[in-house]
Structure formats: structure tokens, C-alpha cells
């Protein structure tokens, strides 16, 4: 790969460049994320606790910002040492800021309901009701039956905000490439940990928006990898900063919610700051002395990660390399700690997983009661119109809860439009649709 093919400004679909000293591309790519609605969605929906009282918490919206603080500052750090190799020119770090901060920002706008375990729901609600029979092929049921948040994302950049159908937000090449992680469809993906290359454990587009992952990688350059292309370089630091910020923030969210104890989370943070001992203050709080602890140890990953980025350059940008950066940076072993306390203590809480099943029944009532109305649609041929003229009621749920039916013209189709629909709900929308309807 070559990074000026990588750092490619040219949107999706027009391939034109607009690129003015007040206004670069990728900064432009930021605005157009910050600013849409499913970005603005992020802040009533889950991080790790789902629907808490407590407003320290994190949710997606902050984690995203969050992330992409971190991205900006990775995007920083490696320019500066591309520029230094002679591999970019000068100026190149604020481009390469830019575009991970504004990849960064998005990496979690596809993200359903309720997290990981709203995911989870979907999945199991499409594998258990197998909705419309046979009428799918196993390898494009596959994308309802592993519904996938980071494909959902691509779908909505691509596709479904700003230009509708028609290349979405029309982002750059360069930012498109820096936020797919799993470069591949459904039907290459999916493997988990019996995947050969990291960029298959998952998938990053759906077949829908297959011509637009194909345009972004052959404009970037990225190679043929297995089923699908090599990850884009940026996309392991766009990994990177989302590793560190959730890793480190969740264990300061964990104490605040009283999960961890003071003294174990201190311990952990002072882990990941070895060369450095800050006392705490006489005047300090527990809960300040662990925000200064946080933020020395977010530095500390940063810069570890921008190491590891170094090191591995070679393999990164050959495709070859295939781990994330916090699996091979100086501080792997205390966050190796951190995510084996997180998987044992924090993520199965008593009112975490209560929440979490409150959020698999209402997304499995939501996804009912819509079904009924496109089995509807599909009894008139496709015909949206003539479903809702034939039950008023099912007008009344388009009209009020905003189901989305432009598109719709097959099974294919109506299911996508409907996983747009309960994806797209923040978590109290959800749970104030599921009482709408009765559900």
C-alpha cells in the first residue's frame, strides 16, 4: 500500500475533491458526522451501562468524542513520524489528524439500543423468528442473523444520510478507509477467533453497500485479502483509540457506579503509568485522585500505541499484520489485567444485566410488531400504500414512530429497512416505542 493513494480526498460516489486551505476535505468529513442526526443519537444510547440515572456515566456520544480526542492525537503522532521517514509530505499530520478524528467519531454510529446486547437481540430475534422463510440465501441471512453495528455504520455513511441511496454523507476515501475495520461482507466475515486475518473476525458492510466498499478500497488501494481487502493502516489506530478509551474509561465508570472499589482501580491505572508515581493530593477526592490517574493513563497509551504503530509499520502496510496495536504495545500485559477484571466483574453487574434483558425483550416486542406490518407490505406486492390504506393502524406506526419504507421492494430490502428502524432508536426511544404500540 501507499500512503498517498491511502490518504485519498476524493468523496464516494462524485470522486471530486474539495479541498480549500479554510476548509480540508477530512475536516469537512468530521463536520458532516458531528452534525447528522445519528451521530446526535449517540447520547441516549448505551456505552457499557444501559439506561443509568447516574449522568457521569458514559455514554456512545462521549465515548465517541472521547475516541476521537485519542484518534487525533495518534493521527498526530504517526504523521509526524511518516513525515520524519520521508513516507508524507510536510503537513501531512493535520491530515492524518483530521481523518482519524472524524473516523474515530463515527466508529460507533451504527451501535443499536442497549450496546453490545442490543446486537445480540437482533441476531437472536432473526435466527429464532426467521423472518420470510427461505426467501433469503443463507449467506445474505447471515447479515440479519450476526447483525453487525460496524456494517450498520457503513450503511448509514454510505447510504442512508445526507444523499440518500446515493453515497450517503459522500465522505473521503481516506476516512471510509480508516473507519472499516472489517473490510469484507457478511459472507466472508463473521469468524471470530478461527479468523486468518483480523480483518475477517467480523464484516463491515452489508451486501447492499457492497459497490461502495469495493469503491473505497480500490481507490485507496488497499489489496485482496481473503474474502475481502487488507484493512486501511489507519483503521488499526482507528482500532487503537476506541481499545484505550473504553478499556481505561469503563474502568473509571466502574468505580464511579461502585462496581470496583477505589483501591483495585488505582491499582490498575498506576499499572499503565509504570514510570510515573503521582501522589494524591491531601485535598483530592477518590474520585479525582482516579480522573488524574485516568487521564496520565491515557497519555501513557497513546504514546504506547503510537509505538506500536512504528514498530509494525512494515507488516501494517504490506497487509500482513493482523493484531490490534493493544495486543502488541509496551502496556499489553496491565491491559490484558484491566479487560480480564471488566469481563468478569464489570460487565456482568447485577443491574447490568438486568437492564440488558429489559432492552432483548423490548427490542424483540419492537421487532414483532413491525414484522407484522411488512408482512403486510409484502401480501400487496410491495406495495407500502396499499398496506397502509388497508390498517389504518399500521399508518398511525408509520406516521408516529418513523418507520422508513422508501426502498422497499423485496425481502431483502424490507428487513434492512427494518434493522434501519430498530437500530436507529436510542434506548429510551425504544423503550418508549415498545409502549406505544403495546409491545
Not at 19 to 35: G, K
Amino acid at each position: 500500500m501507499d500512503w498517498t493513494t491511502l490518504l485519498a480526498a476524493s468523496r464516494l460516489t462524485v470522486g471530486d475533491v474539495f479541498n480549500r486551505v479554510e476548509r480540508p476535505a477530512f475536516l469537512t468529513d468530521l463536520d458532516r458526522v458531528l452534525f447528522s442526526q445519528p451521530f446526535r443519537r449517540l447520547a441516549n444510547k448505551t456505552q457499557v451501562h444501559p439506561l443509568y440515572d447516574n449522568d457521569h456515566l458514559h455514554h456512545r456520544m462521549i465515548h465517541s468524542l472521547e475516541t476521537a480526542s485519542v484518534g487525533r492525537s495518534l493521527g498526530v503522532e504517526a504523521g509526524l513520524w511518516l513525515v520524519d521517514a520521508g513516507l508524507l509530505p510536510v503537513g501531512a499530520p493535520n491530515d492524518l489528524s483530521y481523518i482519524l478524528q472524524a473516523a474515530c467519531a463515527a466508529h460507533d454510529i451504527g451501535n443499536p439500543p442497549f450496546g453490545h446486547a442490543g446486537e445480540d437481540a437482533i441476531s437472536e430475534w432473526f435466527r429464532t423468528r426467521r423472518p420470510f422463510g427461505d426467501a433469503l440465501p443463507p449467506e445474505v441471512r447471515k447479515e440479519f442473523e450476526h447483525f453487525e453495528g460496524n456494517a450498520q455504520g457503513f450503511r448509514i455513511l454510505t447510504r442512508l444520510e445526507m444523499y440518500r441511496q446515493a453515497g450517503g454523507m459522500r465522505l473521503t476515501h481516506a476516512v471510509l478507509g480508516a473507519f472499516t475495520k472489517y473490510p469484507c461482507l457478511a459472507e466472508a466475515g463473521c469468524l471470530g477467533s478461527q479468523a486468518a486475518y483480523i480483518g475477517e473476525k467480523k464484516y463491515g458492510a452489508f451486501r447492499a453497500e457492497a459497490g461502495y466498499l469495493e469503491e473505497m478500497a480500490t481507490v485507496t488501494g488497499l489489496p485482496r485479502r481473503g474474502g475481502g481487502w487488507a484493512r486501511h493502516p489507519l483503521a488499526f489506530l482507528v482500532e487503537a483509540a476506541d481499545d484505550l478509551c473504553y478499556t481505561i474509561l469503563d474502568l473509571e465508570d466502574a468505580f464511579i457506579a461502585g462496581d470496583l472499589p477505589f483501591a483495585e482501580v488505582e491499582a490498575l491505572l498506576r499499572a499503565l503509568i509504570p514510570t510515573m508515581e503521582p501522589p494524591r493530593q491531601p485535598d483530592q477526592t477518590e474520585g479525582e485522585h482516579i480522573a488524574h490517574l485516568r487521564a496520565l493513563a491515557v497519555g501513557s497509551a497513546i504514546r504506547a500505541s503510537a509505538q506500536a504503530f512504528r514498530d509494525h509499520h512494515e507488516a501494517i502496510l504490506s497487509g500482513r499484520f493482523s493484531q490490534s496495536l493493544s495486543d502488541v504495545f509496551a502496556l499489553r500485559i496491565p491491559f490484558a489485567q484491566i479487560a480480564q477484571v471488566a469481563r468478569s466483574r464489570i460487565f456482568p453487574s447485577g443491574r447490568k444485566a438486568e437492564l440488558e434483558v429489559i432492552g432483548r425483550n423490548v427490542i424483540f416486542r419492537l421487532l414483532d410488531a413491525c414484522f407484522e406490518f411488512l408482512d403486510a407490505v409484502r401480501g400487496t406486492g410491495w406495495d407500502a400504500e396499499a398496506a397502509l390504506a388497508q390498517a389504518p393502524y399500521l399508518r398511525k406506526l408509520v406516521q408516529v414512530g418513523g418507520f422508513d419504507l422508501r426502498g422497499v421492494c423485496d425481502a431483502y430490502t424490507a428487513l434492512h429497512a427494518l434493522t434501519d428502524f430498530i437500530s436507529g432508536m436510542t434506548d429510551r426511544y425504544a423503550l418508549k416505542c415498545a409502549r406505544l404500540l403495546g409491545a
